[in-house]
């Protein structure tokens, strides 16, 4: 007869005992743009890693592209996620179940993971038909936040659902442009659902910054022309340091490594190890 209630109420009492709340309240932060392949999860894992190592900060990076990238960026330094459950179900598991669920150690002190989870693609879909589709990542994160004192998140290249979690449960959105048109374009877009989520919501999400990645020092007559265009329209938004392009960067990334492991005097490593104290400093200020 007992298995007659599976729901309700007997779900809710379960899933209260399962974590007890930390002593930390966890700065959310999306890092998200509509457009693919300029240096979203480069930045998310970069950023992660100098947090975690130079500013002794608890770090819990959520991956939440199908593409599971953010875990063959640090692949060298995770540690075994056997048992750990997938996002997804994370996600879409009504039992009342946390982000800390998926979150794996790294060798990086402080630093922690999600599982890769290639179901994300499909969980996109089963998302959209929830009560509430667009609450289902904050509500994980009720008691994980209390873990952590930063949660970076590493979104699909999208507005999907997935972005629109991202968006919602996060208390600012770092928003990554390379000096292309289309990029630039990706991000105008992203800024513009920032916006929608803020009126529509009524919700407080901030934008913590745009930050320009590969910028390439040999094409100086385009990118100024595409700097002026960026600098008018969203001014201080824009942070002070760029991410330059640096092959390192690919090359930690296909090592698993973070860039300060992989070549700690690499310009890349420099440019996002002032990139996580310019986001401090933000972060401190706002
Ligand atoms: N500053 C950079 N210099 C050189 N290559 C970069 C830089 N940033 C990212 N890349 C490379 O560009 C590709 C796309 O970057 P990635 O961070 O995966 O983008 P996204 O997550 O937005 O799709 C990857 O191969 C990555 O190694
Ligand atoms: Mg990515």
């Known amino acids: 007869m007992r ?3 599976t729901s309700g109420l007997r779900k809710l009492v379960k ?14 932060v999306s890092v998200a743009t509509v457009k693919g392949g300029v240096g979203k999860t480069t930045t998310a894992v970069n950023l992660a890693a100098s947090l975690a190592a130079d500013h002794q900060q608890r770090v819990l990076l959520i991956d939440l592209d199908a593409q599971g990238h953010c875990s063959t960026s640090l692949a060298s330094v995770v540690d075994d996620a056997a048992g750990h ?8 598991d009504d039992d009342g179940r946390e982000v800390l669920d998926a979150a794996v150690s790294t060798a990086i002190d402080g630093l922690h993971i999600t599982v890769a989870d290639p179901d994300l693609a499909d ?57 292309s048109p289309l990029a630039v374009q990706g991000a105008d877009e992203l800024l513009d659902t920032v916006m929608k989520v803020r009126r529509r919501l009524d919700h407080q999400l ?11 020092g040999r094409t100086v007559t385009i990118n100024e022309e595409v700097r002026e265009t960026i600098d008018d329209a969203w001014g201080e938004l824009v942070l002070d340091q760029h991410i330059g ?32 104290t310019e986001v401090l400093e933000r972060l401190e200020q706002i």
Do not use: M, W
């Not at 459950?85 to 879409?92: C, D, G, I, K, T």
């Not at 901030?206 to 390439?216: A, I, K, N």
């Open 123 to 179: 969980a996109e879909g089963r998302i959209g038909q929830e009560i509430g589709k667009e609450l289902l990542l904050r509500d994980a994160l009720e008691v994980t936040r209390t873990h952590y004192d930063l949660i970076l998140v590493d979104c699909p290249p999208n507005k999907g659902d997935l972005t629109l979690n991202a968006l919602v449960a996060s208390d600012y959105v770092l928003v990554p442009t390379d000096l």
């Open 15 to 28: 899933s209260e005992e399962r974590y007890q709340p930390g002593d930390r309240h966890a700065q959310i």
């Open 3 to 5: 298995d007659l209630i």
């Open 245 to 276: 392009i640096n092959t390192r960067l690919s090359q930690a990334q296909l090592a698993g490594e973070p860039i300060f492991e992989h070549a700690p005097d690499s310009r890349g490593a420099r440019h996002y190890r002032e990139l996580a």
């Open 85 to 92: 459950v997938p996002l997804s179900e994370v996600l879409l």
């Open 206 to 216: 901030q934008v913590l910054g745009v930050v320009l990645t590969r910028v390439d």
